[in-house]
């Protein structure tokens, strides 16, 4: 059975880098079939795209994290990572990592058919 | 980038009654729509993708409709379990796809 699992800090102070890990089992991160993919959701709102990961390296990041964001992976341990730099309160969230199906006709994603139960972050001094 | 709108915010239903939760899109997005349940506390879960398709393990007391650009959830005899926000998500467009506001579907 698939699953996810993130881990890292709960707490960052501003202006550092909140860094999480998505450590995947069940299915490779090596696969072709899939996008390895970072989402948040801040206190009350909705779920929001940060950026995925393929196999083959390539990534996206959202417009708005981009000057910011890092996302790479371990293929050794099956895991990928979320690196975002000079944080401030309003990165405060909970941060799930998610596999994104890959549709063969598009080369895009498509929906998400498995998460990760999600790392909520805070940021403060 | 296409926007995706929910409505309503809150739906307010008793248990054992249905429920109907609308998801419009800004523009046509085929039929290149899913459907998330988030109880409190947890990840969202995957219930309908396709627009129509259940996923796997999905009870069929859920079911979704439409194409184009407005669509439908809907949730025939409501269990505890149910109550929870409903999230719709794009995938047509890409870059990038984006997620509805939600839908909080509690108890009456």
């Known amino acids: 059975q698939e699953q996810m699992q993130e881990s890292g800090p709960g707490l960052v102070k501003p202006s550092q880098t909140l860094s999480l890990t998505c450590t995947v089992s069940g299915s490779s991160i090596s696969s072709a079939d899939y996008y390895w993919t970072w989402i948040r959701q801040p206190p009350g709102k909705a779920l929001e795209l940060i950026g995925h990961?393929?196999?083959?390296?390539?990534?996206y990041y959202s417009p708005s994290l981009k000057s910011r964001l890092t996302i790479s992976q371990d293929t050794s341990k099956n895991q990928f990572s979320l690196n975002l730099r000079s944080v401030t309160a309003a990165d405060t969230a909970v941060y799930y990592c998610?596999?994104?199906?890959?549709?063969?006709?598009?080369?895009?994603?498509?929906?998400?058919?498995?998460w990760g139960q999600g790392a909520r972050v805070t940021v403060s001094s | 980038e296409i926007v995706v709108t929910q409505s309503p915010a809150t739906l307010s239903v008793s248990p054992g009654e249905g429920a109907t939760l609308s998801c419009r899109a800004s523009q046509s997005i085929n039929k290149k729509l899913a459907w998330y349940q988030q109880r409190p506390g947890q990840a969202p879960r995957l219930l309908i993708y396709g627009a129509t398709t259940r996923a796997t393990g999905i009870p069929a007391r859920f079911s979704g409709s439409g194409s184009g650009t407005d669509f439908t959830l809907t949730i025939t005899s409501l269990q505890s379990e149910d109550f929870a926000v409903y999230y719709c998500?794009?995938?047509?467009?890409?870059?990038?796809?984006?997620f509805g506001q939600g839908t909080k579907v509690e108890i009456k």
């Open positions: 998610a596999r994104a199906l890959f549709d063969y006709w598009t080369g895009y994603p498509d929906w998400f058919d498995t």
């Open positions: 990961i393929y196999y083959n390296g390539s990534t």
């Open positions: 998500q794009h995938y047509n467009i890409w870059p990038p796809w984006t």
